[in-house]
Structure formats: C-alpha cells, structure tokens
C-alpha cells in the first residue's frame, strides 16, 4: 500500500513556486490515493527560530487555505496542523533518544545557519520531529525538495536502527522527485524562487501587483531592441510562459522571441493572459474561505481527528515495543 505524507512550511506567503513545486501534486495523489495522502501544515517546525504567535497562527490557517483554494481537497484527502496531534512531538522525543548526536550535527540545514549564527536547539532536533511525522503514519513515499534529501536519508537511518532494536515496525520511506515539480526561478532572475530570497510571485497576490514585477523581470539579454532575435531557451519570462501558458502560446512565443516577431513587453502581455487564467479562479476561492472561515478550521479539525487515529494506533506499537507503561 502506498502512503504518502508531506509536510507544508507555515513561514509565509504561498508562491507559484510552492504551487507549481508541491501542490499540484498533491492535488494529484489525492486524486489517486485518497485517505493515503497526507498532508500536514508544520506548525512545530516553524517554532524552530523566532515567532511572533498572531502571525503563526494566521501563517498556519493561510497555508490551509492556499491549498484548499488551489484545488486540495481535505474530503478526499488527511490535511491538518501538527501540533493538533501531539503522537508528533512524543515520537520525535523517542526518536531523539535513539538518535546519535553526530547524526544530527551534520545535517548540512543545521550546518549552515548555525554557523551563521546562534541557533536555537530545536533546530538540531529539527530532523527527528521529521522523522516522527512521516513514520508516525508509517508513509512510504515522500515527495520533497533537493535540500531536504538528507533528512530523508537520516528518517530512513531512524527507521531502520529503531526496526532491529526493537523489532520492525516502521517502513524505510523513499523520498520522491515529482518530475513536473521545476525549479521555478525568481522573479529577479537570480536562481530559485524563494522567500528568504523576495523573489517571489504570491498565489494569492494582486494581479497588477504581479504585472508590475514582470514588467521590470529580467529577460534575454542579447534583446536590446524590439528587432533584436533572441533566444527564448535562456529568458526568464519564457520559463514563465512554460507554467501558465497553453501548447499553442508556448510555440507561438518560442518562435516570435526568436526571430523577434514580437518584443519583450508583447510577450510579457500575453504572459499574465495565462497567470490571470491560472491565479484568479484560485484567489476568487480564497476570498470565499475567508469569508467562510469555518470551512478551514472545520477540514483542519476533522483531518487532526482522522490522523489522530493513525498516530494513536502507531503510537500503541511504539510503547510496547520500547516497553512503557501503555494506559
């Protein structure tokens, strides 16, 4: 049986990055497999550096929200916040007892930011709460990004050292490259898309908001003028064109960019054809579940009951395995 869990930063406003990255898939293997993907907003895990508490909260509603709104069913699928089920952080207290400190120390996230400056020591647990939200509902799949491959790797390490101490309980999950999620590039042109980075294109931000940072993005540099052929392959706005346009529009702007039939403004025109088409329907759904809050806390709250009992029962496996007193 396949079980998929994935676990959705609340640090801040979801970008096309994030949808066409994550939640598209998402949307897909829930399609697929229902009630065996799931999905959880990790509030814990963005306590790992300093919070203001209002903003979290409101962080951990709009992260559900984005994903309903972009197509994310919870009807179909398990969605809600982690600290709703606290089997979380009990398992990720037992997975630090059987987790060397050296495991965790070279864990190349902690690496970097603690040698930029002090970190607080949750952020050197940061990988066995990790561990427990996949294993706490005994996933085999988890789809990732690049930089959390090594945690998968320290989950499946935990997986198999708790297996032969105490007898095999938890599945070695394998992490998965969705190959349609792209490395969606920022809006400045200057590698990934991020938020650390203000580089971003908001789901949820306004439309002529959107045009105003594409009208000044970066495009091909050997288009000076309006007559200048250019090379689509190397253009910001054509990787854009890939992700919001048709068939039809990608081919016609390939083309025109390369033997300038069009300029860049024309391009970039036809562009926000596509983003207003992809984005409006979303932001029009957001803007209902905002104004229907209930909607949300209510699928948060019965997708908290449903994992609740998958952590439950996993979490009776766990006492009894390591020998403790189960009520």
């Not at 829930?30 to 814990?44: A, H, M, R, T, W």
């Not at 398992?91 to 400056?117: A, V, Y």
């Not at 025109?269 to 905002?290: D, F, H, N, S, W």
Request: hydrophobic fraction near 40%; charge should be negative; proline fraction near 5%.
């Amino acid at each position: 049986m396949k079980r998929v869990f994935s676990g959705i930063q609340p640090t801040g406003e979801i970008h096309i990055g994030n949808y066409f990255g994550a939640i598209l898939n998402y949307v897909k293997l829930g399609e697929e497999l229902g009630k065996n993907s799931i999905y959880c907003i990790v509030d814990y895990h963005a306590i790992t550096i300093p919070h203001e508490p209002e903003l979290l909260r409101k962080r951990t509603f709009d992260a559900a929200l984005v994903n309903m709104a972009a197509g994310l069913d919870p009807s179909k699928v398990i969605l809600f916040a982690q600290s709703d089920v606290r089997e979380h952080t009990e398992l990720g207290w037992i997975f630090s007892t059987q987790t060397p400190l050296g495991d965790l120390e070279r864990m190349t996230q902690f690496k970097d930011k603690s040698s930029q400056h002090s970190v607080l020591a949750g952020l050197l647990m940061y990988p066995t709460l990790m561990a427990a939200d996949i294993l706490l509902y005994k996933a085999n799949t988890v789809p990732v990004g690049e930089d959390q491959v090594q945690h998968i790797e320290l989950t499946r390490e935990i997986a198999r050292r708790f297996n032969n101490r105490f007898g095999e309980l938890f599945p070695e999950p394998l992490a998965v490259h969705n190959k349609d999620a792209l490395r969606v590039p920022g809006v400045d042109g200057q590698g990934k898309m991020s938020k650390s980075k203000g580089n971003t294109l908001g789901v949820l931000e306004e439309i002529d908001s959107i045009w105003q940072k594409l009208r000044v993005a970066p495009t091909d540099p050997a288009r000076v003028r309006r007559t200048d052929p250019g090379n689509p392959h190397i253009c910001l706005i054509f990787d854009y064109h890939k992700l919001f346009s048709d068939l039809d529009t990608i081919q016609m702007v390939e083309v025109g960019c390369s033997t300038a039939g069009i300029g860049c403004i024309d391009c970039k025109k036809t562009l926000m054809k596509g983003v207003e088409r992809t984005l409006v329907p979303i932001q029009q759904r957001a803007q209902e579940l905002y104004s229907t809050p209930d909607i949300v806390k209510d699928a948060l709250h019965e997708g908290a009951r449903e994992a609740r009992q998958i952590a439950q029962q996993t979490m009776q496996e766990v006492r009894d395995a390591l020998g403790l007193l189960n009520p």
